[in-house]
T-cell receptor, first 117, second 115 residues
Framework: DGGITQSPKYLFRKEGQNVTLSCEQN?????MYWYRQDPGQGLRLIYY???????QKGDIAEGYSVSREKKESFPLTVTSAQKNPTAFYLC????????????????FGPGTRLTVT | AQSVSQHNHHVILSEAASLELGCNYS??????LFWYVQYPGQHLQLLLK??????LVKGIKGFEAEFIKSKFSFNLRKPSVQWSDTAEYFC?????????????FGSGTQLTVLP
């Protein structure tokens, strides 16, 4: 089955700890994305990566870090600097044509619900 | 930067009623438009998309949306809703501008269909 997997589904951490959320895709997509979903605010982009070893900040990158060492993996670290880390985190991927910069639709994983106390 | 507005935060309908969810965006250039749906406990999935051509696009499960460029709108419609349409619906816009290939989402509309 092709798709995007995120693990774990639920994650609990103490305040002050860094935590890494996993995202893996076997769709052979070039681009990958991390979003944060909060009630009444829709999805907000944290980071995205168009190609291996390259990534760009989204709208709310402060307190987060990412890496893209492999095409199929795009882990997100929520650092202790993130002031309000409790949220639902969604990973997505999309193919890209690499020419005009336009993107196809994004495919989403099941999400990880992070609770920090 | 582009933005997306969904003015209806929560819509409650009875089965067989008609549905229209509003979506307006702000961006003066070429846009790609999407509606995503998130059923309870499921992945966010694509309902329909507009890239170019016919401004009336049809998606899965009987949904359609009309792109009206002059109004910067991309409203979602369904003539007769079912209880299984209960979900959260998100409008999103993507602009073709250099490295900016990300989606900007609206805040979402929760649809509750009463049996």
């Amino acid at each position: 089955d092709g798709g995007i997997t995120q693990s774990p589904k639920y994650l609990f951490r103490k305040e002050g700890q860094n935590v890494t959320l996993s995202c893996e895709q076997n769709l052979n997509h070039d681009a990958m994305y991390w979003y944060r979903q909060d009630p009444g605010q829709g999805l907000r982009l944290i980071y995205y990566s168009q190609i291996v070893n390259d990534f760009q900040k989204g709208d709310i990158a402060e307190g987060y870090s990412v890496s893209r060492e492999k095409k199929e993996s795009f882990p997100l670290t929520v650092t202790s600097a993130q002031k309000n880390p409790t949220a639902f985190y969604l990973c997505a991927s999309s193919p890209s044509d690499g020419l005009s910069g336009s993107s196809y639709e994004q495919y989403f994983g099941p999400g990880t619900r992070l609770t920090v106390t | 930067a582009q933005s997306v507005s969904q003015h209806n935060h929560h819509v409650i309908l009875s089965e067989a009623a008609s549905l229209e969810l509003g979506c307006n965006y702000s961006y003066g250039g070429t846009v790609n438009l999407f509606w995503y749906v998130q059923y309870p406990g499921q992945h966010l999935q694509l309902l329909l998309k507009y890239f170019s051509g016919d401004p009336l696009v049809k998606g899965i499960k009987g949904f359609e949306a009309e792109f009206i460029k002059s109004k910067f709108s991309f409203n979602l419609r369904k003539p007769s809703v079912q209880w299984s349409d209960t979900a959260e619906y998100f409008c999103a816009v993507s602009v073709n501008s250099g490295s900016a290939r990300q989606l900007t989402f609206g805040s979402g509309t929760q649809l509750t269909v009463l049996p």
